[in-house]
T-cell receptor, first 117, second 114 residues
Framework: AQKITQTQPGMFVQEKEAVTLDCTYD???????LFWYKQPSSGEMIFLIY??????QNATEGRYSLNFQKARKSANLVISASQLGDSAMYFC??????????????FGAGTRLTVKP | SQTIHQWPATLVQPVGSPLSLECTVE??????LYWYRQAAGRGLQLLFY??????ISSEVPQNLSASRPQDRQFILSSKKLLLSDSGFYLC?????????????FGPGTRLTVL
């Protein structure tokens, strides 16, 4: 079964505007972590932001914030004041279980964001 | 600071030829190491992960194999490549002691099998 779902294959946003990239997840584990990565055309995967299942507040990192709605099992990424350099693929990912678990991270299919000048 | 290297950056190989991709990590000890494959325009598929020297877990049965001969070295191999092995291969590491489980990725190897 799909653990991470990103329903938007592609998104467009005007430069300097905010954009929300959707991510829903499925887990029965009470302890988990949610991550967002950016993949520019060069191919590298850049870690952006993390949200723990027990965190009381939404995570923020500069222009990135994570809209965490635990009951709905959603972890949407909000990018404020979009820049041309934000154009890239964005992946949502989840680690099930506590952080000490050595196992893998599950990734969504990704959303391609294009920022228009 | 930690860095992760992968080579080669690009590779074009004929069907049936062998493969060896190498990944090394600097600046950390006893990391967890991962190999992913990304088909064109798709998400990441975990292939192998390792929690220590000689310890390999396979996620997907295939004609690929992985080895970890040293603490910070992770190798992806194949004896005979298939057309379906084409893709972008990413190596990643995470700390067993610090952080929240975030993985840090190498620059990737783009493999084309002809």
């Amino acid at each position: 079964a799909q653990k991470i779902t990103q329903t938007q294959p592609g998104m467009f946003v005007q430069e300097k505007e905010a954009v929300t990239l959707d991510c829903t997840y499925d887990t029965s584990d009470p302890s988990y972590g949610l991550f967002w990565y950016k993949q520019p055309s060069s191919g590298e995967m850049i870690f952006l932001i993390y949200q723990g299942s027990y965190d009381q507040q939404n995570a923020t990192e500069g222009r990135y914030s994570l809209n965490f709605q635990k009951a709905r099992k959603s972890a949407n990424l909000v990018i404020s004041a979009s820049q041309l350099g934000d154009s890239a693929m964005y992946f949502c990912a989840m680690r099930e279980g506590p952080r000490r678990n050595n196992n893998d991270m599950r990734f969504g299919a990704g959303t391609r964001l294009t920022v228009k000048p | 600071s930690q860095t992760i290297h992968q080579w080669p950056a690009t590779l074009v190989q004929p069907v049936g030829s062998p493969l060896s991709l190498e990944c090394t990590v600097e600046g950390t000890s006893n990391p967890n190491l991962y190999w992913y494959r990304q088909a064109a325009g798709r998400g990441l598929q975990l292939l192998f992960y390792s929690v220590g020297i000689g310890q390999i877990s396979s996620e997907v049965p295939q004609n690929l194999s992985a080895s970890r001969p040293q603490d910070r070295q992770f190798i992806l191999s194949s004896k005979k490549l298939l057309l379906s092995d084409s893709g972008f291969y990413l190596c990643a590491w995470r700390s067993q002691l610090a952080g929240e489980g975030e993985q840090f990725f190498g620059p990737g190897t783009r493999l084309t099998v002809l």
